[in-house]
């Protein structure tokens, strides 16, 4: 078969094009580091690399989340200690109000200084990280507690929860709402201070907070008192039935089951102002100036009515075990057991459980304050019913703070395992579309001499004419 002269041009031609091209694609992987510069390159290499790589993304944007979910968290966290160690200093001051020693000046005090720490929690609800309010729910961009006119604090927020993808279809929420933290609700009935003797009816009440009710005296029997030249004086605060007992020779009176008190002379100061006292804390004040000496044992009575904040005042019945009130301004409704009561005076009832901390705290400044004018033995009854309200959310924020710690733990190890699985990745790729230096470079020089090798052939071959041919 005769090769024509065009033939082998052409071959010629076409063997200088293809190692041109080894030589240049040796160079672009010497030059870029890769082995795989187009799909063409390396069709199965390729579609591995994508694949690998959309993984890679998928890791890095889970990062990215739990990154900002973190920060979120931490702020949280952090927020919540600061708000522990504010109930634990109003626990302090609390405790500090109750001494007996106290003046009424220095608890008036310690009431404004418990304001200021519920300004500042009212402070810590609110605070946000990046413009993102962190106790609202989902509401980040408005404050979540909102401060009324008369210092009333309401909650704006939500109670759903902001959750981030932490793995394929893994989601975690990031955020505790403010309504469990600082006004969970956790109903355990009704809770008395225990200064009139009134009781839960036997039906449920409904209601939220705190509710005063005002139990007066209405009407008083002193008996016979006045035949042993007793008499009674201002005001007092006995309800029902007590037994007045005086006792000459031991030169005694006592009131009910309270403690018998010395009868002082007709020229003390005392003998026209003296106050006798139940065990349960009644009083009657008596006039003794006149006291005939003699023996006496009788009765006193009162009869009383009540109402809870601006209701009308009811009549107290002692056989009534389940008498119903309503507040008119406030919709509160008290199912109350009257067969104990035995005094006036401003009685205090809890919806245990149901009360948020900012009234909380705002309650125990004004106990601190005492507008009522209540005696040491009163107040500190309201105090330590306070107590047992503030230990409760102290423990709520506590378990909060608990829930979030858990949660910044598990997102910072799932964090680690996906940087972890990240690098995996990058090295396979790096397998995959990475170029071998040492073996590029062989190639290159290989490409570069066969080139040349091809080149000075072609050369050869073209200088052949049909002149030498046909000589």
Do not use: C
């Not at 979120?72 to 522990?84: C, M, Y």
């Not at 609800?125 to 961009?141: E, P």
């Not at 793995?167 to 600082?182: E, L, M």
């Not at 397998?431 to 470079?441: I, K, L, M, P």
């Amino acid at each position: 078969m005769r090769v024509s002269t065009e033939s082998a041009y052409r071959r010629v031609l076409i063997g200088l094009r293809t190692n041109f091209s080894g030589l240049v694609r040796a160079q672009e992987q010497v030059a870029s580091g890769l082995r795989i510069l187009r799909p063409s390159d390396d069709p199965t290499g390729t579609s591995r690399v994508l694949s690998l790589e959309r993984q890679l993304a998928d890791s890095n944007r889970i990062r990215s989340a739990i990154a900002g979910g973190l920060t979120f968290v931490d702020a949280a966290a952090a927020a919540l200690e600061e708000g522990s160690k504010l109930i634990a200093e109003v626990r302090s001051l609390v405790l500090q109000s109750m001494n007996g020693t106290i003046t009424e000046q220095d608890r008036a005090a310690i009431g404004q200084q418990i304001s200021l720490l519920r300004t500042q929690m009212i402070e810590l609800a609110n605070q946000r990280t990046a413009d993102r309010y962190l106790f609202g729910g989902t509401k980040t961009t408005t404050p979540p507690w909102s401060v009324g006119a008369d210092g009333s604090v309401q909650y704006e927020g939500d109670a759903s929860t902001q959750d981030i993808r932490i793995g394929s279809g893994v989601t975690i929420p990031i955020n505790v709402s403010g309504d469990q933290i600082f006004a969970r609700v956790q109903p355990a009935g009704l809770t008395f201070a225990g200064l009139t003797g009134l009781a839960a009816g036997s039906t449920a009440s409904e209601g939220s907070g705190t509710v005063l009710i005002e139990v007066r005296q209405d009407t008083l029997d002193v008996g016979a008192l006045g035949s042993v030249g007793i008499s009674v004086v201002g005001d007092s605060t006995i309800l029902g039935s007590h037994d007045v007992v005086v006792d000459a020779a031991a030169g005694t009176i006592q009131l009910g089951d309270g403690p018998a008190v010395a009868i002082p002379g007709a020229g003390s100061d005392l003998a026209s102002g003296l106050t006798l006292q139940t065990a349960s804390g009644a009083t009657l004040t008596v006039d003794v100036t006149g006291f005939t000496g003699v023996d006496y044992s009788g009765a006193v009575s009162a009869t009383g009515s009540l109402r809870i904040g601006s209701g009308a005042f009811v009549p107290i019945d002692p056989t009534e075990t389940d008498l119903r009130l309503e507040d008119p301004a406030t919709g509160n409704i008290l199912h109350l057991d009257l067969s104990a009561v035995n005094r006036a005076g401003s009685e205090m009832v809890q919806y245990t459980g149901q009360i948020d901390i900012f009234q909380l705290l705002e309650g125990i400044a004004g106990d601190l304050a005492n507008g009522e004018g209540l005696n040491q033995s009163d107040l500190l009854g309201r105090l330590d019913l306070r107590l047992s309200e503030l230990d409760r959310h102290h423990g709520n924020l506590l378990s909060s703070l608990g829930v979030l710690g858990a949660r910044s733990a598990r997102m910072s190890n799932t964090s680690s395992r996906f940087e972890s699985v990240g690098l995996q990745v990058s090295s396979l790729i790096s397998g995959q579309r990475d170029a071998d230096y040492t073996e590029v470079v062989l190639d290159m020089q290989r490409a570069e001499s066969t080139l040349q090798l091809a080149q000075a052939t072609g050369v050869r071959l073209i200088q052949r004419s049909l002149l030498d041919f046909l000589r």
